[in-house]
């Protein structure tokens, strides 16, 4: 991820606003991207302006260590670290147009655990509706398996020494423009612009570190 420590600043999409239409609609993504991300990252940056100790932390270490620091910053790093790393995360994981499905490790993982790709999906899509209020369905790697699960608020997997392959938003502002109070049509379109060869590449990335 570039840009892993502060100052932060909001990275262009690495595709167009438009480009994961008709699935995720450019004006969902435009505010996504640069009203929500964007005061995640101006409230991190304030917070870390306040705090020099931290200004050398990367991204992850900030997440990492938001546990160990008094409850009140301890909360609002969390909230505004995840903020950051997560919509990266998500954003990142998207294409259009998308692999129809994994290939490699990650796809015989998937099958070896889950049976099919068809079981993986209906496991995630599951989860993703799961969530209670906000939050993200995520699949990790826990250093021994793939797990999916999910996290509330802004909290992220990486403080748990869990490993990040993919990630669905679920937070009503990544749907509610297009689907309303629907969240299954969401995580059904979210199905079709999954980046397989990102999700494969991280996949190889945590067998290497965790
Ligand atoms: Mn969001």
Redesign the pocket.
């Known amino acids: 991820m570039e840009n892993n420590r502060y100052p932060f600043v909001n990275t262009p999409l690495p595709y167009a606003y438009d480009a994961l239409e008709p699935f995720i609609d450019e004006k969902t993504m435009r505010l ?1 991207h640069d009203k ?1 991300l964007q005061a995640y990252i101006d409230n991190l940056n304030a917070l870390l302006r306040r705090h020099p100790r931290l200004q050398k932390l990367t991204l992850e270490q900030l997440i990492q260590c938001a546990g160990k620091l008094p409850r009140n910053l301890g909360t609002y790093l969390r909230n505004n670290a995840g903020g950051v790393y997560n ?1 990266r995360f998500f954003f990142e994981g998207l294409c259009n147009p998308a692999p129809r499905e994994p290939s490699g490790p990650l796809m015989e993982q998937i099958i070896r655990q889950f049976g099919s790709l068809e079981k993986f999906r209906s496991a995630f899509s599951a989860a993703a509706l799961s969530v209670f209020g906000s939050g993200y369905a995520w699949l990790v790697w826990d250093g021994c398996k793939l797990r999916i699960l999910t996290t509330p608020n802004q909290n992220s997997p990486l403080a748990q020494g869990l490993c990040p392959i993919l990630t669905l ?1 679920v ?1 009503e ?2 749907y509610y423009l297009k689907h309303y109070n629907v969240r299954a049509g969401y995580v059904e379109d979210w199905m079709q612009v999954i980046n397989w060869q990102a999700a494969g590449q991280n996949f190889m990335r945590c067998q290497k570190c965790v």
């Open positions: 996504h929500h919509h938003d937070w502002h990544a």
